[in-house]
């Protein structure tokens, strides 16, 4: 089954990383849930400052802001989507990312399947 583990930071340290990750944790998790082959795709987001939020208005009118956003208190890093055989798996996948570190989270979220996509 495919789940998404989507890496919310909680503290960031001065150079908008993630707080009590080092660059070494993230290169050896990878390396090891690269290894183990349930990896189906993985990104690093931008800093949040590249962000650009979109939203319409009921009357259909867009709102273009750009980043960052005061009242985001998490800030969205970065993705796996691995293909495991239950969701125990995917919380000990999730427990190992440096990300669940320094007040960071992962969620856990199921990818739906429609049938005949």
Partial sequence: M???LLINAGEL???GGAAGCEPEDW???D???QEAGVVVSSESLADLVTSTRV???NDGRRTVTDGPFAETREVLGGYYVIDVPDLDVALEWAA???GSRGGGS???RPVAEF???
């Fill in 106 to 108: 992962i969620d856990v």
């Fill in 27 to 29: 290169m050896r998790f």
């Fill in 13 to 15: 340290d001065l150079s």
């Fill in 55 to 57: 939203q319409v208005a």
């Fill in 96 to 98: 190992k990312c440096p």
């Fill in 31 to 33: 390396k090891e849930i």
């Fill in 115 to 117: 049938p005949g996509a």
């Fill in 2 to 4: 495919k789940y998404m």
